[in-house]
């Protein structure tokens, strides 16, 4: 029994790997592709600052919490989500970000948009990497992080209110509406704000029901809410 157990084990983490490393080639080939071109400074720039991001937060994750990675990784097959995150997730964490990409490097090739100055495009780089860091933060301090949206009661799932928890109540959402909205003008993309939008409005959604789900269903959260009184952005929600 037990390596039955270590083989479907094994192979939830493989697939969850071939998933992990195809989206994350999936980014620069739609971008690019898209672009159709691959002389495009500020493309390759987002490139590796997306994956510097990625990589050095796993890492940091994979030494600090192991078992936190391999929550996040087997989120298509976990349990007792609720079914309004599945719906969202789906468009707001992998489809509409690529949508955003091939929006934008078309935009590169056919200069849909107005010409957004060089230095309007840095500090949006600026908001890409501020976005990354808090996000980045977020996953580091809280070993609940998961992808979904769901209530992990087999890891005793507690209140995380240290690091950025201590200003509002979903830092990693609110760092990934700030990558988000600065990417297209990173990109220099006026167009992709709109599929952008789409994935902000929808990641909003998110927070709203997921703070509901928490209130809820986590011991300790409502007690929380009164001390961080804002779900992402202070004196604002």
Known sequence: MKKNENKSSEGIGWKAIIRFVIYL????????IAAGTLHWTM?????????????????????????????????????????????ILLFAALLGPLVIYIVAGLDFRFSWSPYIPILIQLLALIGVFLGYLLGGW???V??????????????????????????VRHPGYAGGILAMLSTPIMLGSLWALLPGGLVISLTIVRTFFEDTML?????GYKEYSKMVKFRLLPGVW
């Open 138 to 140: 977020a996953m580091v």
């Open 43 to 87: 493309g390759w720039i987002f490139v590796v600052l997306s994956y510097a991001f990625t990589g050095a937060s796993r890492i940091i994750v994979f030494r600090k919490n192991p078992e936190m990675l391999k929550e996040r990784a087997r989120y298509m097959d976990a349990e007792n989500v609720k079914d309004w995150d599945r719906a």
């Open 215 to 219: 209130h809820d269903e986590l011991d």
């Open 25 to 32: 080639l999936l980014m620069p080939l739609v971008l690019f």
């Open 142 to 167: 809280n070993k609940f992080f998961s992808a979904v949206a769901r209530i992990q009661r087999e890891q005793s799932q507690t209140v995380v209110s240290n690091g950025p928890y201590r200003f």
